[in-house]
């Protein structure tokens, strides 16, 4: 009994998926509207400073200011802003955030704390923005706290961070809790993408063939180094956050290429010109970005524009070539890819201009892009893996098909040659007609794969031969009118075992109309001239040759001036005249030679075993036939020679002897048999 598969509940199925999305929707809601249970600080005191601060510019001049806040200050100068702490001030540390920026804290005209932008930075003009902190007390309450800022870059002079107060750790809570999303979001990215170009190798390796996925996993990559570069965070998630800060300009730099060969290898190459030239320019300007950087000159966010310009130059080119190919193909899945692509580049854009000003988004909208981006291209190449499957399916159908025919093809010749195994005389016929077929094909100009071909197909032009009884296809004497037009249903009969066979081309018409003649008498179908197919016609010149030049049962082989005559003679009438003509310069060169018989099947090293243990199973058939054939030349009972042996002996003697014949008529023999038995008969003989 089959037991059916089961089927899931639909309702249940329903159910579920409402419930979860409930609870989805309530948990965002609860998060928005929800009352904040984020613990800060205990004290119930802001974390941010809020004092007056005044900023003493060079000119000796003083101006309140708002902190956080962007002011005029040349590059290389320094920004001086004072202010006074509290009475009632009792922190243990101050803090504010660099921004490629000297630090130094000054309480009471007295430096506390000094932090250098060059000194961490082994190479480059910076070091990476960091939060400096500068220890504290309640000593230092209703104390003057001058900052000094120094920017050697005009990206961030006159840049002032949030100033914050209070312990340490709860400053970093506070950090955290305000820049966790883009860490995390940028952590998930980063080993997403790890897992994205191992699964698209793995993938790779398993079917074969190079997936785009590996390229976004590649952009991904980049994308996730930048998020988490550009974090606030990233002071204690790194021993060394200007290396990740350097990091992310050379993603910055170089994502154009991993950008480029995507888009590429979607669109199948179609203009890879136009992607090529800009990795080219994107790898140049990286080169000449990075000696830049190493000897000081500029740094990476001093020679960003450039960079900016290649980013903004590879989406045009994205945007335009999807536009073409969408224009052009209309496909859906090229809808989707554009635009997920298109969300993508418009999220690096906003992020890239954000460098410009004193507050990042620390690749959010970066990541957001990238997860979607990632769910469209997990979608495509599940249909990608599908086309793979059933085209693999398809190609291995196709190779048992080609398997199957090639099986059929091997049979088909060792029937062939199973026919001429009852008759020595014909041995190797259709052997020598196809190597003979072979020499006037080259003759005229083929290819080896046309070569190839037609020996195959004129093995089997005999093929029909396996229905013809053999007492007709060996009898001695000449064929009676009646015998002769069942040995012509041959080439029909070996037409229609054929008809299904794709493997070998133009065998059907070989087989069919090899005993065509050029001036219309021939048969089957009394074809003439060139209507007669150019393969069955070479066929004809190779087969009558190999009956003239062999010995038959009715008669001896021609002399080789007896077969050039009687082809010169039959030139135009049975034979085609320039096929004639080839075969004649061939033997009047004597350059009609062929190899020792044998089957002319390829070797394919890739035909299943159970193909090779048929093969092998036939070819004990055969060897079996052919030692049946040396008993059935005996009479089963009384051991003697049989009438076919007795013609085939005489034939024999015939060709290496001339004289009479006499022959003995022994009366009553059968009489002696049916009354006596076959004992009697066999001792009235000896």
Known sequence: M??????????????????????????????????????????GHSIIYNGTFTWKKSDGTKQNISVPGRYKVPAKQTMIITTTLPD????????????????????????????????????????ASRYIFCNTSSADAGKELRLELTTYTSNYSGVVNTIYCGDQMQIWSYIFNHNFSGTVIGSFIFFASIV??????????????????????????????????????????VPNA??????????????????????????????????????????????????????????????????????????????????????????????????????TMLSVIFEAISVYYKVSVSGLFVGIAILILLFINVIYTIHIIRDIIKRQQQEELDKRKKNIEEMSLQLMQMLSTTI?????????????????????????GWNEKELSNLKNAAHLHDIGKIAIPDTILNKPSKLSEEEFSIIKEHTIIGANILKN??????????????????????????????????????????DSYDAMSSQRIYRNQLPPEKIIQELENNKGTQFDPEITDIFLKLLREDRIHVKEDHLSITENTQIPEAEIEMSQFISDIMSTIRTQKAKENLDFLTGLPSRNKGEQAIAQLMKHHSGCLVFMDMDNLKTINDIYGHKAGAMSLS
């Open 2 to 43: 089959i037991r059916k598969p089961y089927k899931t509940n639909k309702n249940i199925s329903r159910l579920f998926y409402i419930l979860m999305m409930i609870i989805f929707v309530w948990f965002i809601v609860i998060q928005i509207l929800g009352p904040d249970e984020q613990f800060f600080d205990q004290s």
């Open 88 to 127: 009632d001030y009792n922190e243990n540390v101050i803090a504010i955030r660099s921004s490629l920026q000297d630090v130094r804290f000054y309480i009471d005209g007295k430096l506390r704390k000094e932090y250098n932008a060059k000194s961490l930075h082994r190479f480059g003009k910076n070091s």
């Open 196 to 237: 994205t170009i191992l699964f698209s190798i793995a993938l790779g390796i398993v079917y074969k063939t190079k997936f785009n996925m590996e390229y976004l996993g590649w952009c991904m990559l980049m994308g996730s180094v930048w998020m988490i570069g550009e974090s606030k965070m990233r002071q204690i998630l």
């Open 242 to 343: 200007s290396g990740l800060a350097t990091s992310c300009f050379i993603m910055l730099m170089l994502c154009p290429l991993p950008i480029s060969l995507y888009v590429n290898n979607l669109q199948k190459g179609k203009y890879k010109k136009i992607f090529q030239s800009i990795c080219f320019i994107a790898l140049l300007n990286f080169i000449i970005c990075t000696i830049l950087h190493l000897t000081g000159v500029a740094d990476y966010i001093e020679t960003m524009p450039a960079a900016h310009a290649i980013l903004i130059i590879t989406f045009l080119a994205v945007i335009l070539t999807f536009l073409i190919r969408y224009w052009n193909h209309r496909n859906r899945s090229d809808c989707l890819l554009f635009f997920g692509l298109l969300i």
């Open 420 to 444: 001429e195994a009852k008759d020595e005389y014909t041995k190797g016929h259709s052997h020598r007609v196809a190597e003979y077929s072979v020499l006037i094909a080259r003759e005229l």
């Open 501 to 542: 066979i794709s493997l070998i081309d133009h065998v059907q018409e070989i087989v069919r109309n090899h005993h065509e003649r050029y001036d219309g008498n021939g048969y089957p179908d009394g074809l003439k001239g060139k209507e007669i197919p150019l393969h069955a016609r070479i066929v004809a010149v190779a």
